[in-house]
């Protein structure tokens, strides 16, 4: 792994794009997990995010968790919303685009259990995918 490495082409985007069902569905993945995230990490930084648009984001994701295990229809109906919220925030900031369509494909997955048990383990996965993708965002160089 090499700081600042090669910027991440729109044909892995869409590689990492087609891994998010696995990522966060299986939870044997953790291989793909850390690979997609260095990439997106990268990207990100090659299209100027900055840290403090990434960590809005992240606190949002942040603050569902938080309230996920007191109440969790709240916490799931919040993860809905946040759909919206990333298309709004895609369209004012473009830099913002490749991160808010990885995290609208992994919302979609998350909502889409089937019971509320699976729901939780899916989003704590999108969890680890939100955290490692913002360290890498970090150690490739993002900031603010």
């Known amino acids: 792994m090499m700081r600042g ?22 939870p044997k993945t953790a291989d793909v997990l850390v690979k997609r995230a260095e990439e997106l990490g990268q990207k990100l ?7 403090a648009q990434a ?23 919040r993860l809905h919303l946040l759909r919206p919220k990333l298309a709004y925030r895609r369209a004012r900031v473009r830099e913002l ?7 609208e494909r992994a919302v979609a997955e998350v909502v889409s259990a089937g019971d509320a048990a699976q729901r939780h383990d899916r989003f704590r996965r999108l969890m680890e995918f ?4 913002v360290a890498y965002h970090k150690f490739y160089g993002g900031g603010d």
């Open 5 to 26: 490495g090669s910027n991440v082409s729109d044909a892995q985007l869409q590689q990492i794009l087609s891994d998010v069902p696995r990522i966060i569905n299986d």
């Open 97 to 103: 685009g490749p991160l808010a369509e990885v995290l």
């Open 130 to 133: 939100m955290e490692a993708i």
């Open 45 to 51: 930084v090659t299209e100027r995010l900055r840290m």
């Open 55 to 77: 960590r809005d984001i992240f606190d949002e994701l942040r603050q569902i968790e938080s309230i996920w295990l007191r109440e969790p229809e709240r916490a799931l109906r």
